[in-house]
């Protein structure tokens, strides 16, 4: 199987880079493959699509969510979901990895590559009010979710669950805004204000945030929570049973699992798409529609 591996150097902070001999290393023990380095933010989304078009069977994303994201997309937009998709996690997440049973570390991630059997998984589309759109694998966030993604960008001494750990204390100290959204989930519709909407077609985010921790990648559903405007100190106690996915008792939240799901809110969201940034708060986007795409991709694990 013609095997095409797309490592991003700058994941986990620039940490990956360190893993391309060990990477080739490994994966030469079950038969060639070509490796290639990205340059640039999107480029894992050309490659990917070009791999897709020389008749490569596997495409494999080596680096975080953020990586995994854009191949996804390369193949997904490139009309080319019937490439098979593998993952070597080494970024700073990893959580659609995580879904799959795919550990963080080469010696293990890389033989599932050959040795594995293709799972069937759905995906999401994310559409804006001005055309945009994105293909999601793992998760969205809109709100206090998005802001949490926002702060990482300006961390660059911690990693991992750490640096998302600091940046949601960074964002509860420094972010409060409560939305007045109206959503639509199927032929539901909820009006009310909220600090934030957390979509999730796996159950982590964040490198070890379950905010959705029933999804599933195979259901054809899109998990939500969508949490109400609380207090600061009630966020830090929230942020814990996050942690253990315990807060979907809360009465603070509201679980739902939906098709397709509408918002639209009375000034601009911040919007994250598997932790990369779909929209900032000055890009003024108000209104979304988030629709379950099943059974639109096979990955190796």
């Keep these: 199987m013609r095997t095409k591996i797309i490592l991003n150097p700058w994941s986990d902070r620039g940490r990956a880079v360190e893993k391309k001999e060990e990477i080739l290393r490994v994966a030469r ?3 060639e493959v070509d490796l290639v380095l990205t340059e640039r933010r999107g480029h894992a989304r050309e490659l990917a699509r070009q791999a897709a ?10 680096g975080g969510d953020g990586t995994v994201h854009e191949v996804v997309n ?3 937009q490139g009309g080319r979901a019937d490439v098979l998709l593998g993952v070597i996690p080494v970024g ?7 879904a799959f049973g795919i550990e963080p570390k080469v ?4 033989p599932r590559l050959f040795t594995g059997q293709p799972h069937t998984v759905d995906l999401a589309r994310i559409e804006d009010e001005h055309g945009r759109f994105e293909i999601v694998d793992n998760n969205i966030g809109i ?11 300006s961390i660059t001494r911690v990693h991992g669950f750490v640096m998302y750990t600091l940046a949601t204390l960074r964002t509860i100290a420094l972010y409060y805004q409560t939305p007045h959204l109206e959503i639509w989930f199927d032929d539901e519709k909820v009006a009310q204000e909220s600090l934030f909407l957390a979509f999730g077609l796996g159950p982590r985010g964040g490198g070890g945030f379950f ?6 990648h195979d259901d054809g559903l899109i998990d939500t929570c969508l949490v109400n405007p609380v207090g600061r100190l009630t966020m830090l106690y929230m942020m814990l049973k996050v942690m253990r996915g315990t807060h979907v008792t809360s009465r603070h939240v509201t679980m739902r699992q939906n098709q397709q799901i509408m918002v639209s809110a009375n000034m601009p969201l911040p919007i994250h ?8 708060p000055e890009d003024n986007v108000r209104r979304v529609t988030v629709t379950s795409l099943p059974a639109a991709i096979q990955v190796m694990a």
């Design 92 to 98: 700073s997440g990893n959580d659609f990895a995580y």
């Design 74 to 76: 390369g193949l997904v």
């Design 53 to 62: 078009d020389e008749g490569y069977e596997l495409v494999a994303a080596a």
């Design 29 to 31: 023990m079950y038969g």
């Design 107 to 110: 010696e293990t991630a890389v």
């Design 273 to 280: 798409t598997d932790g990369e940034i779909f929209a900032y």
């Design 143 to 153: 709100g206090f979710d998005a802001m949490i993604a926002i702060q990482t960008q």
């Design 211 to 216: 905010l959705t921790p029933d999804a599933r």
